[in-house]
């Protein structure tokens, strides 16, 4: 399974911006999926995450501003974020918990996609 992600780059304070990420490969249906984000010099902290019925959380600092969704179709989550702000700047991964089957046993795998930059810069 690879993660591909897509969507980031430069965009103005207060401009809207939106990430993809694609999961590629066979044999695997996908539970959670998310977005985290690291910051120079700082750790990798939660954006937001999807669960599989569509539940979501967000951490405090995008809530009102970022929306998450997933199409199962295309095993793609989106990361819609508006009104940017420069603190929004960082690179962003896309995550996604998925499950094999080993037989009849459900294996659980963390699947991390390669990272895209957002630079919110006037």
């Known amino acids: 399974v690879q993660l591909q992600a897509s969507g980031g780059g430069l965009v103005q304070p207060g401009g809207p911006l939106r990430l993809s990420c694609a999961a590629s490969?066979?044999?695997?249906?996908?539970?959670?999926m998310g977005w985290y984000r690291q910051a120079p010099g700082k750790q990798r902290e939660l954006v937001a995450r999807?669960?599989?019925?569509?539940?979501?959380n967000y951490a405090d600092s995008v809530k009102g501003r970022f929306i998450i969704f997933r199409d199962d179709s295309k095993n793609t989550v989106y990361l819609q974020m508006d009104s940017l702000k420069p603190e929004d700047t960082a690179v962003y991964y896309c995550?996604?918990?998925?499950?094999?089957?080993?037989?009849?046993?459900?294996?659980?795998?963390?699947?991390w996609g390669q990272g895209t930059l957002v630079t919110v810069s006037s």
């Open positions: 995550n996604a918990e998925v499950v094999k089957m080993a037989g009849s046993i459900a294996m659980k795998y963390d699947y």
């Open positions: 490969g066979s044999g695997f249906s996908i539970n959670d």
């Open positions: 999807i669960g599989r019925g569509g539940s979501t």
